[in-house]
C-alpha cells in the first residue's frame, strides 16, 4: 500500500518594515536567521519552540560575510575604486546590500515533506531533503545557496494554546546572483537579473 505526502514551499526569513524603489512602505524578507538555522545558544536558549538537544543538522554554512566576498568581492572592488562620491563608497559589498531599501541580503525557503501527523520515516526525509539540495544547486546556478539545515527539533502551536512536535524541516539560504550587469558593478545581488540570467523569464 503505498502513502502520500504532502509537500510545502515557502519563503522564510526575519520581516521588517521597508520601503521599496517607488518609496512605498513595503513588509520585506531580510536577512535568513543564520543564529536560528545553526542553533547559537546565545539565540535560540530564548526560543521557547526549540527543544533543547533535539535532532537538528548542518549540510552546508558559509557566514554571509564570507560567502559575499567570495561571491562579489573582485567586481565590488573593482566598482568601488572608481567610485569618487564618498556617499557611493563602501567598506564591503555585503554592508551595501544590507543597508539597501529594496535588496534582501540572504534568502531563505523553508520545505517540509508532510506534516506532524504523517511523515515519512526520518531517513528518508533526510534522504528527500538532500536530493532537493542538491538538485536546487544543479538547476539554480545563479542562487548561490550557502546554508542547508536539517530541523527536527522544533514544536508548533496546536490552535489550542498548547505545543505539540512539528514536522522536520529544511531550511535552504541563498544569494541570487546576477553575473552581467551593465549598470554599477558588473556581478550583483539581483533576483530579476538572476532569473533572467536563467532564462526563467525576460523583461
Given at each position: 500500500?503505498?502513502?502520500?505526502?504532502?509537500?510545502?514551499?515557502?519563503?522564510?526569513?526575519?520581516?521588517?518594515?521597508?520601503?521599496?524603489?517607488?518609496?512605498?512602505?513595503?513588509?520585506?524578507?531580510?536577512?535568513?536567521?543564520?543564529?536560528?538555522?545553526?542553533?547559537?545558544?546565545?539565540?535560540?536558549?530564548?526560543?521557547?519552540?526549540?527543544?533543547?538537544?533535539?535532532?537538528?543538522?548542518?549540510?552546508?554554512?558559509?557566514?554571509?560575510?564570507?560567502?559575499?566576498?567570495?561571491?562579489?568581492?573582485?567586481?565590488f572592488r573593482n566598482f568601488n575604486s572608481k567610485q569618487t562620491k564618498k556617499s557611493r563608497q563602501f567598506d564591503s559589498y555585503y554592508q551595501k546590500v544590507k543597508k539597501s531599501?529594496?535588496?534582501?541580503?540572504?534568502?531563505?525557503?523553508?520545505?517540509?515533506?508532510?506534516?506532524?501527523?504523517?511523515?515519512?520515516?526520518?531517513?528518508?526525509?533526510?534522504?528527500?531533503?538532500?536530493?532537493?539540495?542538491?538538485?536546487?544547486?544543479?538547476?539554480?546556478?545563479?542562487?548561490?545557496?550557502?546554508?542547508?539545515?536539517?530541523?527536527?527539533?522544533?514544536?508548533?502551536?496546536?490552535?489550542?494554546?498548547?505545543?505539540?512536535?512539528?514536522?522536520?524541516?529544511?531550511?535552504?539560504?541563498?544569494?541570487?546572483?546576477?553575473?552581467?550587469?551593465?549598470?554599477?558593478q558588473r556581478v550583483q545581488n539581483s533576483m530579476n537579473g538572476a532569473l533572467i540570467e536563467q532564462g526563467i523569464f525576460k523583461y
Amino acid at each position: 500500500m503505498s502513502v502520500t505526502y504532502t509537500a510545502s514551499f515557502h519563503n522564510g526569513g526575519m520581516e521588517e518594515n521597508g520601503v521599496d524603489s517607488k518609496g512605498r512602505k513595503r513588509k520585506k524578507l531580510r536577512q535568513a536567521c543564520r543564529e536560528h538555522n545553526i542553533r547559537d545558544p546565545a539565540y535560540c536558549d530564548k526560543q521557547d519552540h526549540i527543544i533543547k538537544g533535539g535532532v537538528h543538522e548542518i549540510w552546508i554554512d558559509i557566514p554571509p560575510e564570507k560567502a559575499y566576498e567570495q561571491i562579489f568581492g573582485k567586481s565590488f572592488r573593482n566598482f568601488n575604486s572608481k567610485q569618487t562620491k564618498k556617499s557611493r563608497q563602501f567598506d564591503s559589498y555585503y554592508q551595501k546590500v544590507k543597508k539597501s531599501k529594496t535588496l534582501v541580503p540572504v534568502r531563505e525557503a523553508l520545505i517540509t515533506i508532510g506534516n506532524c501527523e504523517v511523515m515519512p520515516d526520518e531517513e528518508v526525509q533526510k534522504a528527500i531533503y538532500k536530493a532537493y539540495v542538491d538538485e536546487f544547486i544543479k538547476q539554480n546556478p545563479n542562487m548561490k545557496v550557502i546554508g542547508a539545515y536539517y530541523h527536527a527539533d522544533e514544536m508548533r502551536d496546536d490552535g489550542n494554546g498548547a505545543l505539540i512536535k512539528g514536522a522536520p524541516h529544511l531550511h535552504l539560504d541563498y544569494i541570487p546572483v546576477a553575473y552581467k550587469c551593465k549598470r554599477g558593478q558588473r556581478v550583483q545581488n539581483s533576483m530579476n537579473g538572476a532569473l533572467i540570467e536563467q532564462g526563467i523569464f525576460k523583461y
